[in-house]
């Protein structure tokens, strides 16, 4: 299956601009893409980065539309009717009439996780996130859309059922946790085993354990 | 398989002090221990309730253990070399050479979630909680122990790995929330479907949908 990854390359991690420069946020991030990219590879299924602005990986195809979250997914998503929707090109992106979308700050993704995705049955399968949002989706209905704006688990369920779409849900801690603020570096460091975690730990970054839950520390 | 959920009665979830009077905090924390009691149950496992103080409870086993959490799951561990150990009488709390122990937060618990917990190989099976915590355990070697204080995650696998254990991770959303802190009053809010939903429900809570994750307000 196709697994789109949008990636917004501009300012990215804006929540963790407290502990991390703009620039080490962007190396942060694409050290993120590049784990969800691996596990999706890993998984058997195919990455296509759907990014706002052209940005060089290896091992996965791009494609550029500078819209917002939202209608980007959604031209994608518009795919599966057999049309060729209104955004642009995407080859084969809705073969077998399913797609998949997944965030590109799963930093805890992993083989297995992604293959539990794509294999639950439903016509829309959802990863929600920690917070209401929705990480991780695999669309298998013609007339689901996404809206990404709030509280979009609760949205997406009933946009689901709305066009008469089955919906599962998919219960992992891994695809739950999206890297959006400095308490989510701790969940790197205790549960990441690629890009990100090294990325964090040759910035420097360290699990602070205090009584309760840890946090991150940075030498100096 | 037993399933030994620590409880304790005294000022439970201080953590929700800003959000909650100590006699909600108590009345919650109960509406939590029900419905892991239940998922327990309905997962086709038995429940019994270890509590720092005599406690009533339905369709559970309770005994009482006014020892600090580590060392009163530890006299239950001890159990399963098959000798009395030093704690109060548990019958058969280690049948069948494995017990499990499970937090009485999780309220967003599950009978499919405690399946997947119980149903994992391996002779120590984990769950963890957001921030290092341990959530969940399934034990089936009779060396290893616990120890709760700090990152008891990473602890846990090294004593695992210690006393040659073989180690499973469940990755579950659903057993890694714990319910300490006021963000995670929306989790259940969101995924809740029993007593504490219905609890927190008529005590005003109502999920606050900002820009980014949702969190709770509290009708006046």
Redesign the interface.
């Known amino acids: 299956m196709r697994v789109v990854v949008p990636y917004a390359g501009r300012d990215p991690k804006s ?1 963790l601009s407290e502990r991390l420069t703009e620039s080490e946020r962007r190396a942060f991030a694409r050290a993120m893409l590049r784990d969800v990219l691996d596990a999706i590879e890993a998984a058997g299924h195919d990455p296509v980065v759907l990014a706002t602005e052209p940005v060089s990986v290896s091992d996965a195809d791009v494609v550029v539309d500078d819209r917002p979250l939202t209608p980007a997914v959604n031209a994608v998503l518009a795919r599966l009717d057999g049309s060729d929707g209104d955004g642009p090109a995407f080859a084969d992106v809705a073969r077998d009439g399913e797609v998949a979308v997944a965030m590109a700050d799963l930093a805890l993704a ?1 083989p ?2 992604v293959r ?1 995705l794509a294999d639950a049955e439903g016509t829309v399968v959802v990863a ?1 996130g ?4 929705t990480n991780a989706l695999v669309v298998r209905h013609p007339e689901f859309r996404v809206d990404y704006h ?2 979009s ?2 949205d997406h369920r009933r946009i689901a059922e709305e066009v008469g779409a089955s919906v599962r849900v998919v ?6 946790t999206d890297v ?1 603020e400095p ?1 989510d570096l ?2 790197v460091l ?2 990441g085993g690629g890009e990100s975690r090294r990325w964090l730990r040759e910035a420097g970054f360290e ?1 602070n ?1 205090r ?4 946090g991150v520390v940075r030498e100096a």
Request: glycine share 18%; no cysteine.
């Open positions: 929540r992993t297995e996780a539990r929600p920690r917070g209401g949002g709030g509280a688990y609760r219960d992992s801690m891994r695809l739950s959006d308490s701790a969940e205790l549960h699990l354990i009584g309760g839950r840890v």
